[in-house]
């Protein structure tokens, strides 16, 4: 019987089955060596299907007597032997199960069934219906806020407020700058390509005029302003709410949609106005570039016709437009990140979904109100 801190007896019953006795220190121990004599021993085991392993006098052991144990419990397999154990210590009996446990074949699940159209149909209905609901919510809560400013009771930040008119206004200068710019561009050089052909190339200065002022200049800057801020605005309050600083507000007892979603919406509104007049204005000089250097126009007959063909009309209009674009790209964007669960890809999402719906409803919007003005003649 070899002896290596620990000891091991191997005896057989009188039905047969062999019975394997561990005591005494099992660490550091030998187990390659003590686990072949072991396995050598059961080689010519004849009518027996298990074989008990007991382990109550064990009074010290490590991952060594695991490792044999393992062994052990291998080549019964091979051999044909179920192993049963008989007073082990608990805590290696679970760590046995442990090192047994199979994990699962992910591969081999059985993928689930597609649901049906009706199923589909309902759950996107469902949905929808779900959607809805938040977004009446959203809407009057928000008059709510409104109602309390008007009051003189509404709790928020003035330098977040400050701050949005700075994210709103001056620092989206430049981008608004260069697409304004480039769209009165190739709005001219379109227009050039036909006009010429009846020796018309005055009218480029209409073209490009009406279309920045009455649409073309508010949708851009709306789409810009969706893309650049209405995400940003999603992003941080899906962060506040990822981070239940949102539920903080409401345990203090201050209302988000005063504290965050207030100032939000007032600096979009009032800010995307000027921004409109300042893409106008870059929209044309960007047509004057085309019609002075490629249909060789004077500057001041392209500035005449441009004054005359645009008129205070037009002028309403794309600032109506404007108005409405800055509290839908505002309110979009709140909504998304107050709609935003509670994990980090959700702001992603949120964001994404922000921009995704600012846009949709500008389009949507201007097809609206294009509609009503040919309807009413303005």
Same mark, same amino acid.
């Given at each position: 019987?070899?002896?290596?801190?620990?000891? $091991?007896?191997?005896?057989?019953?009188? /039905?047969?089955?062999? !019975?394997?006795?561990?005591?005494? /220190?099992?660490?550091?121990?030998?187990? @390659?060596?003590?686990?072949?004599?072991?396995?050598?021993?059961?080689?010519?085991?004849?009518?027996?299907?298990?074989?008990? #392993?007991?382990?109550?006098?064990?009074?010290?052991?490590?991952?060594?007597?695991?490792?044999?144990?393992?062994?052990?419990?291998?080549?019964?397999?091979?051999?044909?032997? =179920?192993?049963?154990?008989?007073?082990?210590?608990?805590? @290696?009996?679970?760590?046995?199960?442990?090192?047994?446990?199979?994990?699962?074949?992910?591969?081999?699940?059985?993928?689930?069934?597609?649901?049906?159209?009706?199923?589909?149909?309902?759950?996107?209905?469902?949905?929808?219906?779900?959607?809805?609901?938040?977004?009446?919510?959203?809407?009057?809560?928000?008059?709510?806020?409104?109602? /309390?400013?008007?009051?003189?009771?509404?709790?928020?930040?003035?330098?977040?407020?400050?701050?949005?008119?700075?994210? !709103?206004?001056?620092?989206?200068?430049?981008?608004?700058?260069?697409?304004?710019?480039?769209?009165?561009? @190739?709005?001219?050089?379109?227009?050039?390509?036909?006009?010429?052909?009846?020796?018309?190339? #005055?009218?480029?200065?209409? #073209?490009? &005029?009406?279309?920045?002022?009455?649409?073309?200049?508010?949708?851009?800057?709306?789409?810009?302003?969706?893309?650049?801020?209405?995400?940003?605005?999603?992003?941080?309050?899906?962060?506040?709410?990822?981070?239940?600083?949102?539920?903080?507000?409401? =345990?203090?007892?201050?209302?988000?949609?005063?504290? #965050?979603?207030?100032?939000?919406?007032?600096?979009?509104?009032?800010?995307?106005?000027?921004?409109?007049? $300042?893409?106008?204005?870059?929209?044309?000089?960007?047509?004057?570039?085309?019609?002075?250097?490629?249909?060789?126009?004077?500057?001041?007959?392209?500035?005449?016709?441009?004054?005359?063909?645009?008129?205070?009309?037009?002028?309403?209009?794309?600032?109506?437009?404007?108005?409405?674009?800055?509290?839908?790209?505002?309110?979009?964007?709140?909504?998304? &990140?107050?709609?935003?669960?509670?994990?980090?890809?959700?702001?992603?999402?949120?964001?994404?979904?922000?921009?995704?719906?600012?846009?949709?409803?500008?389009?949507?919007? =201007?097809?609206?109100?294009?509609?009503?003005? =040919?309807?009413?003649?303005?």
């Amino acid at each position: 019987m070899p002896r290596q801190n620990g000891t $091991y007896s191997l005896e057989f019953k009188e /039905s047969g089955e062999p !019975c394997l006795s561990l005591e005494g /220190s099992w660490v550091e121990a030998d187990w @390659i060596s003590l686990a072949s004599k072991v396995l050598a021993g059961l080689d010519g085991v004849t009518g027996a299907r298990t074989v008990s #392993l007991a382990g109550k006098d064990i009074s010290a052991w490590d991952s060594t007597l695991l490792v044999f144990l393992t062994k052990i419990i291998s080549g019964c397999r091979e051999r044909g032997l =179920t192993v049963k154990f008989a007073d082990f210590p608990k805590g @290696i009996t679970r760590l046995l199960d442990l090192a047994s446990a199979v994990p699962e074949n992910i591969s081999a699940r059985r993928m689930p069934a597609r649901p049906s159209f009706l199923i589909k149909v309902g759950d996107e209905a469902i949905s929808f219906a779900r959607s809805l609901g938040e977004l009446i919510d959203f809407l009057g809560e928000t008059c709510l806020a409104v109602m /309390s400013l008007f009051r003189g009771r509404a709790r928020y930040q003035r330098e977040d407020f400050l701050l949005t008119l700075q994210e !709103c206004g001056i620092n989206a200068l430049p981008i608004v700058s260069m697409i304004s710019f480039l769209v009165g561009l @190739i709005l001219a050089f379109v227009g050039a390509i036909q006009l010429e052909l009846f020796g018309a190339e #005055l009218y480029v200065a209409d #073209l490009v &005029g009406i279309a920045m002022v009455r649409v073309m200049g508010a949708v851009m800057t709306g789409i810009i302003m969706a893309g650049r801020t209405g995400a940003a605005f999603a992003a941080r309050i899906g962060t506040m709410e990822v981070n239940d600083e949102i539920d903080a507000l409401r =345990t203090l007892g201050v209302s988000p949609l005063e504290f #965050l979603v207030l100032p939000r919406v007032l600096g979009m509104t009032l800010m995307m106005p000027l921004l409109c007049i $300042y893409a106008d204005f870059m929209g044309i000089l960007g047509g004057l570039v085309v019609g002075v250097g490629m249909l060789d126009l004077h500057l001041m007959e392209y500035t005449l016709e441009t004054i005359r063909s645009v008129g205070l009309n037009d002028l309403w209009v794309g600032l109506f437009l404007s108005v409405a674009f800055g509290i839908l790209v505002a309110l979009t964007g709140c909504l998304r &990140g107050m709609q935003c669960s509670r994990s980090a890809a959700a702001v992603g999402t949120a964001a994404t979904s922000a921009v995704v719906t600012g846009i949709v409803s500008i389009v949507v919007t =201007t097809a609206v109100v294009t509609v009503a003005c =040919t309807v009413l003649g303005i």
